[in-house]
């Protein structure tokens, strides 16, 4: 079966420090990868997308970034964070798939992230 | 640009009443819905896809229908249990592949015992 795991699961940062969040997926192959952020009282938006290694989409400008090293492995990163990075960090993975092109996302189990 | 929106924000009903979850979308040409559970803290669950060609998924107490045409789906809970309290997300997909999913800000559920 196929598990998503997120590290770590809390982290409290002063503003400009950097970040990372690692993701990782076990059980698939050639998975599709996301990045979202749930912000307090926001819904949850897309950050970035990824759709093979090195393979990264964009969806919002920011002072994130992400990155794809290796298949089943996406790190979110900053060299700066800011007040307003605070959120729950979600990361996700979907089945690439020929027919139907679109399938179902599993999420992990996230990280709080407070900047302070 | 497509917007998603849920009606109501919060719910609170007594356990084992059936009860309705609305979901609609402002661009009808999507690819398929999503509905997912989260509880708090926590990852989200998926619950039911609906692939834009389907009108309806069923779960065990849960059924989701979908009216593209009208940009609009619902989440049907039967015989609510305390367990069901969550917060219910609905998400649509606005391109093919790589799945962007453009989520409503979802539906508080509370079920009283």
Redesign the interface.
Known sequence: SQTIHQWPATLVQPVGSPLSLECTVEGTSNP?LYWYRQAAG?????LF?S?GIGQI?S?VPQNLSASRPQDRQFILSSKKLLLSDSG?Y?C?W?V?RTY???????????T?LTVL | KQEVTQIPAALSVPEGENLVLNCSFTDSAIYNLQWFRQDPGKGLTSLLLIQSSQREQTSGRLNASLDKSSGRSTLYIAASQPGDSATYLCAVNTIQGAQKLVFGQGTRLTINP
Request: proline share 7%; charged share 20%; aromatic share 14%.
């Open positions: 599709n926001r819904g949850l938006q897309l997308y759709v989409s969806e729950f979600l996700a979907s690439r139907p092109l679109t399938d179902t996302q599993y999420f992990g189990p996230g709080r």
